[in-house]
Structures are given as C-alpha cells and as structure tokens.
C-alpha cells in the first residue's frame, strides 16, 4: 500500500519540481510569455492519467503542464517547448499555454476558457466509428462550467452516451474572482443530473479518490454508459498566472491550504504509516534532480529557427 503512495508522491514531485523550475526559469528569462501552474493541484492529473489507456484522448487547459507530465510526456522536450526550442514537443510553437504531444494521448492544451470540451466530444465520436474503444477526457476550471461550449458540450455528450469524462478541477477561482461570486449554487457537480449523467464531488487533492472514480467513470463510458463529470476539489497554492498579485486572498488563506495541499498530506500519512522520513525525502530530491537535468538540457538546445515560423499553418 505504501508503494503505491510512493508512487503518488513521485508523480506528484515530478509535477511540482517541473513548476518551481518553470516559475524559476520565467524569472530569469529563458521561458517568455504568460504561465499558469497547477501548483496545489497535482493530485488530479496523477489520480486520474494512471488509469488511462494509450488510446484515450486527454484535453487540458492553460494550466496543462501537469497533464501532460502524468500522461507521459518526457520533460525535457516540454521544457524546451516552453523555452522556445526547436527539440519542444511542438517545435517552440504552441509554449507554455499551446502545447500538444498527441502521440502519449495529450491533445493539446487550450487558452481559450471551455473550448477543449466540444473538441472531446469530437474525439470521443470518433472513437465511436473507429473501434478504438477510446474515452476522452476533458480537463476545466471551476469558471470553465459556466462557459456556453462546456454546457452545449455536456448536454451533447449525454444526449448521445459519448464516452466523455469530464474533469472539472475546482480551485475555487475564476482568474481573480472567487467562485461564490459567479455562482448561487456552489456544488458544480450537481449539474450533470441536469444533463441526465452521474456527477461526483471529490476530494481531488487525494490522487487515490481521484483514480478511483476516474476509473469508474472510464468503465461506464467504455460499456456505452456515457460520459460522467467529476468535479475535484482542490486548491492552487501559487497565483492564477505568474505575476499575479494575489490581492484578492483572504488573510491566512495560503497558511490553511499549504496545511491540506495534496504533497503536504500525503508526506504526512507515509510518516503517520511508519515509512522512514529519508525515503519519502529521497523522492522529492529524486523528482528534482530529474527536472533540474531536463531543464538543463532543454536550456542548452538549439532555438527555434524563425525562417520556420510559417510551417505547420494552415487557412
Ligand atoms: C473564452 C474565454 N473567456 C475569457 C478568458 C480569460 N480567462 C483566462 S483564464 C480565465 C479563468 C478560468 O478559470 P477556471 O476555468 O476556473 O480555470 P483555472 O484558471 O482556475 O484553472 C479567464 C476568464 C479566456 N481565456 N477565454
């Protein structure tokens, strides 16, 4: 039992090391532009990609990069894409918000809020016709659900059982404005039975919960149940993008969920459970040494040469 949770807390280290180098790397200068990290959030993709099949389609957000670490893209050629490289999984083009490695079942990242999920349901239509047995899952915000392509795109999905999880990560914010300023009922998952499919809240700074009706949910859209929307609970620990002020935190805010972030909990359970403190330790230091030489590597790499800036466009 506690390897599997070591095996969380590698995952989840391996994500947060590849954020803090990112956020390091943005300061300096090699990585330009506007970054979202999912710092606080790791228990999601973790939970939910390990239970993936190679031929599902995963559609995340700006905030991607930890999607596309557990689904197995490697990270030298991400750091190098958000640096601008020619050796980036996209070649320098798509960044830090663009990104895509369709060939490890990661679709893209997408900058414009809810869009992804229309895009999942074509992908899981497609499944339907080519026998693959695919699911897609679409990966939103909070603010994302109130988006008109995420309701058209649910609605759709149910209407026609397409094999469609839906992944909502619930960091209570929408940019800068709180939830409970958007909306009159705060539990987003009671939507789904609007649209005539299951809906869970869970606790997604817990990657076990999280694969648990990740998994669940995958085996009903695979027997021609539907899709499901989970709405997991967590929290981001950093800003909405970096350079975020953060003005609009309540006092003591960042304190409480620092005490209930999913690395933070999980360090203190394998000590509860009797697992000696060098070896959770020896994780962290192994997941950051990991990026440290990625990020190096990346660094050291070729820019992207401007003469091929036309390439890969289409109209
Ligand atoms: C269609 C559209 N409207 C507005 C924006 C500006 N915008 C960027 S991120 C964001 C907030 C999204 O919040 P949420 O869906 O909760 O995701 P989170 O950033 O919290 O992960 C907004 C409104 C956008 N990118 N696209």
Redesign the pocket.
């Known amino acids: 039992m506690s390897e599997r949770r070591l095996a969380d807390l590698l995952a989840m280290w391996r994500i947060r090391a590849f954020e803090e180098k990112v956020r390091d790397l943005r300061a300096e200068g090699p990585i330009v532009g506007s970054v ?1 990290l999912c710092v606080g959030q790791e228990a999601i993709p973790v939970g939910a990609c390990e239970v993936l099949e190679p031929q599902d389609a995963l559609f995340a ?3 991607g990069h930890g999607w596309a670490l557990a689904r197995g893209v490697p990270a030298e050629p991400l750091f190098a894409e958000l640096m601008g490289r020619a050796s980036g999984v996209n070649g320098g083009r798509g960044g830090s918000a663009y990104f895509t490695a369709a060939e490890y079942g990661f679709h893209g990242e997408n ?5 992804g999920a229309p895009i999942a349901c074509g992908a899981a239509l497609a499944g339907r016709y080519d026998g693959s047995g695919r699911v897609a899952v679409s990966v ?5 659900m109130n ?1 008109g392509a995420v309701h058209e795109a649910m609605n759709f999905a149910a209407a026609f059982s397409l094999p469609v999880v839906f992944v909502c ?1 619930n ?1 209570r ?3 800068l404005t709180p939830i409970a300023d958007m909306v009159r009922s705060p539990r987003l998952a009671d939507r789904a039975a609007a649209y005539g499919m299951p809906g869970h809240r869970i606790d997604g700074n817990d990657a076990e919960a999280v694969r648990f009706h990740v998994r669940d949910a995958l085996e009903v859209a695979r027997e021609g149940g539907g899709p499901t929307l989970l709405e997991c609970m967590t929290e ?1 620990l950093v800003g ?1 993008y970096i350079g975020d002020a953060e003005t609009y935190r309540q006092p003591g805010e960042l304190e409480r969920i620092r005490r209930r972030e999913p690395i933070a909990r999980l360090r203190a359970g394998l000590l509860a459970d009797g697992v000696p403190e060098r070896e959770i330790d020896a994780v962290e230091r192994r997941a950051r040494a990991e990026m440290d030489a990625a990020a190096e590597a990346a660094r050291q790499s070729p820019p992207a040469d401007p003469a091929t800036a036309m390439e890969h466009l289409y109209a």
């Open positions: 979202h957000t700006y905030r900058s414009i809020v809810g869009a939103f915000g909070d603010g994302a988006q990560e960091n914010y929408s940019e981001r909405h």
